[in-house]
């Protein structure tokens, strides 16, 4: 009994001793080679060449610069790649492939690498294997509308920012349908100038905070604009500074945006009146920044205020 009992304790101190040496190899072997492959396209930043190298001495990559592992797992949970591609050389169309291997990936930072979109049957859509996935940032590249088109399956996305990138137009929002559990989207600094959202639409139900500033999104019919994004079930928050609403004509029909919280205006023209108007209709607002806007317009009373009692104004 005896003599069994410690062979299996020796066992067991065995196993102990074959994981935890595991474990301290660091990052798993699929991962390292993984990396190792994006180097050559994400390949214009120093420490990127110098430490991710294929060494003995620093073959743990979650030890690597811009990896960061699950200590548990030793899997990588977050990769910041932001501003690591040559900027002077040309566009190029990503293999988002490159990125299946990272199976717990919770974080991708791909921010200013001239990245035009992706090269065919290799889209964002691969990614949707990632099943972790929650942050997704490819601000400052070059991602034009069809971005949409290949983000359908992308569904433990949180948030999503695509700022500064070639959207335009027209954006249908049922491209996004199936985000659904994305809770921030960041869509400023594109020419995009309209947000189609139908009347009912049930879709981006966790929706809380949107980004629209330093679009062009007044200059068409703010209005419209506006009450379609009062469709969004849960959005508590919105961007929309740096936009001329000053022509934007308010009509009777802007009512049912029940749960809006914040609604910041910085920078942006604005007709006083109009927007008073408007803002009656924002029955749950609490705060209203007008920071550096441009004002015209007179005050004529009309603008019948039924706000809520925490409702503040900031105006710089
Ligand atoms: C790794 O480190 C050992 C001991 O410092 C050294 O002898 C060896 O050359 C190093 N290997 C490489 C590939 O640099
Ligand atoms: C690491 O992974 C384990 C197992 O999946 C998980 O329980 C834990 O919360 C993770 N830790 C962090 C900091 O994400
Ligand atoms: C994209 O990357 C994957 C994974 O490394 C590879 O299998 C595939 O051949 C690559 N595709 C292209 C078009 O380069
Ligand atoms: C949009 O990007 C895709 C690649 O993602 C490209 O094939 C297409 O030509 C671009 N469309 C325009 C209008 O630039
Ligand atoms: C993601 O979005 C949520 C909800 O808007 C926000 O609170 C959080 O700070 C964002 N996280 C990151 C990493 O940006
Ligand atoms: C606002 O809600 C009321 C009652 O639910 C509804 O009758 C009306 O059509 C809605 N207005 C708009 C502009 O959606």
């Not at 964002?124 to 070059?142: E, M």
């Not at 209005?223 to 004509?249: A, E, H, M, R």
Request: hydrophobic share 40%; proline share 1%; charged share 20%.
């Amino acid at each position: 009994m005896c003599g069994s009992k410690r062979v299996w304790v020796s066992e067991l101190i065995f196993i102990l001793l074959v994981v935890k040496g595991w474990w301290s190899e660091g990052c798993l072997e699929q991962e390292r080679y993984a990396l190792l492959q994006l180097r050559h396209f994400f390949n214009d930043d120093q420490c990127l060449q110098n430490c991710w190298v294929d060494d003995e001495n620093y073959s743990d990559c979650c030890q690597w610069e811009r990896v960061e592992c699950n200590d548990t797992t030793g899997r990588v949970i977050k990769l910041d790649l932001r501003d690591t591609r040559n900027w002077e050389s040309a566009e190029w169309y990503m293999n988002a492939s490159l990125f299946t291997p990272f199976q717990q990936l919770e974080s991708l930072y791909l921010i200013g690498n001239n990245i035009a979109g992706c090269v065919e049957n290799e889209g964002l859509d691969t990614l949707s294997r990632l099943n972790n996935l929650k942050f997704l940032y490819l601000d400052y590249n070059h991602f034009n509308n069809s971005i949409f088109s290949s983000l359908g399956g992308l569904s433990s996305l949180r948030n999503l920012s695509l700022i500064g990138n070639r959207l335009i137009g027209s954006i249908d929002i049922k491209g996004l349908d199936s985000l659904g559990n994305l809770e921030e989207l960041d869509m400023s600094d594109n020419a995009i100038n309209n947000l189609v959202i139908p009347k009912d639409y049930r879709g981006l139900r966790k929706l809380n905070t949107l980004y629209l500033g330093g679009t062009e999104i007044a200059m068409i019919d703010g209005s419209k604009v506006l009450q379609s994004i009062g469709s969004l079930p849960s959005l508590k928050t919105l961007y929309l500074s740096s936009t001329n609403f000053k022509g934007t004509v308010v009509n009777q029909e802007l009512h049912n945006f029940t749960n809006l919280e914040e609604l910041i205006l910085d920078d942006s023209d604005l007709h006083i009146s109009q927007l008073l108007q408007s803002i009656a209709s924002f029955t749950s607002l609490k705060y209203l920044s007008m920071g550096f806007c441009t004002l015209t317009g007179a005050l004529h009373g009309q603008g019948k205020l039924r706000v809520s009692e925490a409702f503040m104004i900031l105006i710089r």
